[in-house]
């Protein structure tokens, strides 16, 4: 008996090894596709994508792969089998079940509306006008409804959205915690907009040369313990840092000469990524597993390094003078308290991803809603553009001027990933609850950060989370290392602190 | 009838495009590895290509393949099939025959064998030791003896390997022109050798930055007609083309900054390469027809580029200019005449891939000698470097001071890749006449490169031979264009012309 299992979890290993490689191929098709990939060779390529999507997805739901997880979850083989292969039974188990609860007929039916639907949503963005992209809306609204109906869902069938992106969260925790830190932020975000103690931001515009910060990017990332032997850096209109495998993780940043910051701390988030991506232990390369666990554990490993070192004032303590070696005259007459001011000034803006650390929660929070709404069938597709203005007055007290900066903003809902928003403001939550239990351990943060060591640092958070890539669920993780669950109060207490003092507020 | 066979025809079709789409992704996955992929990410990046690989190969040798080449070549059909169905099921046969005679076992044992003596043979050649080679050759050379009975062979066991990469050579073929080639080209290596008229070189060894060679790389590669929208250029330490589909034909080169002549003349030639690539009919996108009929026709375009456009004073009487503008201290005191002469010096040289013009086809001698030597039982492994010393005495006149710079200097052979040489000795006559041929139709070719239109060259080529792909089989085509088969005399005129010309030899 030991024997059989023995060699059919061996087999297993092997097939899922193979839905690996054709998935690292992909990945790398990917990346090369964004960082110059001549335009006329694209619709082979397609061809091509199309093609490994395809062998992945039939492996994936295969009856192979049924009688695999049909054998290697009975009870009996519970304690013949590795801890890694039970977890990767189970990561297979899931996706078998996602895709083959639908019918082959209408999943490939949606992934071509996803595909007309996000090219829409371009054109209607561009046109600034909502009702081109409506009608797409409104059809893959309807057919995930039906898809949930499929998958099913236990309390609320938003839950069964959040589950694909952040298994273990439920509306239930993120009413909560949304709800507590609502009360916390639209205040501040208020006494921050009548604070007469406003940074000045004017020297930030300067000109920087690309090629220097280039250079510079190459000097922060080897700083903070990217590994170039297991990486390189690129260039590309949307950052993104990509884990091919542990060994190959590869980040790329955008350069504006005009504001060095977007490289500069787009280059510490996506370094936050590739971290967790190149630290994960090689014992699970070949599985499933050799990944983030989720995407709200991954953001928070981004914004940890973003926020709580790129954003930081020790950090510059120690920086300062790097940053001058490339921009000399840029920065000779700024203090760092300037500085620090400078590059954390908050005020509500209208677009998502160019929001500061204080206001970002909040443009998640009115897509959580909205989202929430949509699928309790409480909000129409129809009505969106005049439910997200009026959300974003209640909220940050501004109103878009049209779709483009409002509704139309975000990719996401184009193609479907409902369920996604909620993971950027975990992140951020996650990020400070870890931040404060990482204190207990390593209590001399700020020194470190002032003398550029940074290494206990990124070897706690491998210890920590990393080395698991997904053996352990989000809230796991958060528990075995907080010792509680989910918990906005680091959060909130961490921008009081920072915000009170940068705005110079009495507390 | 016609019903069935059809729709069989369109199932070979996509079975052979799935093929072609995991070549896509192997040609991508390879150029990335040599194009700055992080050397950690390597052993996994390995296993990747394993196993699409093994894919490949399984396909290629399946009983569906089986049951499709038993069905498609059946007399009955032959009028219902279209033409590049018929070759494409003529070039799986091809494979499958290749690839179904060798015993799995023995071609697993190949393999391993390959790329061990690859490691080992790199050893050897640091420490410049053939008889740590030795053993490794020794056992790939039997092993593909014992292939060459398994596979079969007409007149000459070498003409077995010869057709792997060039079929419809054989050795009869090539005794005959390379005798030709040796009597005519070694008297003319000796009376340059006499000559006083030898070229000043000495300008061409300043320092060229390596940034201004890119921008001119660049710019060359856009007069000859390489089309950026397919295609990128790239740095390696072994310059290469790669052709993933003709919408996606990357090349790389090599900067010199003390010889700029690696960067210019290396990306010429690659450009060559790349042309034929790019401008294969889009009708062969997807089967195994799309790429270069052989590595003698492919070595043919890449030469043609390189020495009838590249090492031409009319090209360079038309980018001379150009040149000056990157490189203007350099070239302020060189003439145009002697620029050409310089780059065009001839010498005997040890190494073949420095080797001129003129004395390379001598080296490619060797090889073929030697490799049909071995095959047919008159050489033996253990003697090489004594046989490699004694020809190039005999040829070229010069005696290698060791292994390194001698039997070891060519990676070929430690993979066990006999009969590959002859292709470029080909590539050089097959070029030539081509050359010839397009004579007739374009008599203004001079001046064409002389005001940089090469436009009607890049389209002749194309119209000739590039478009085919793999439709036609490399004497076919040489038949098609010029009405005779292959012939040498078209090189040793040429060489004759402008050897005697910039020696300043009497005729």
Redesign the interface.
Known sequence: MVTAIKQMEQEFLDYV??MG??K??LG??YW?LRT??????????S??IG??SSEVFKMSTSEEMAAYIANLTSVEHDLELSEITKKTVAECKKEYDRNKKIPAEEYKEFVILQSKSEAVWEEAKDASDFSMFQPYLEKIVEMTKKFITYWGYTENKYNTLLDMYEPGITVNILDQVFCELQEKIVPLVQRIKESEKKPNTQFLYHHFPKEKQRELSLEILKNLGY??????LDETVHPFATG???????VTTKYDENDFRTAIFGTVHEAGHALYEQNISSAL??TPLCTGTSMGIHESQSLFYENFIGRNLSFWKGNFDLLKEYAPAQFQDVTIEQFYRAINESKPSLIRIEADELTYALHIMIRYEIEKGIFNDEIEVKDLPKVWNEKYEQYLGITPHNDANGVLQDVHWSDGSFGYFPSYALGYIYAAQLKHAMLSDIPHYEQLLEVGNLLPIKEWLTKNIHQYGKMKLPLELIKDITGEGLNASYLIDYLYDKYERIYEMKK
């Open positions: 090894k193979k490689a054709y690292e191929a790398l098709i090369d110059g990939a001549p335009k006329k060779g694209m619709e082979q390529r061809e091509v093609l490994l590994d170039f032997d297991s990486g390189r091919l495998n542990p060994g190959d993780v590869r390369i070949g």
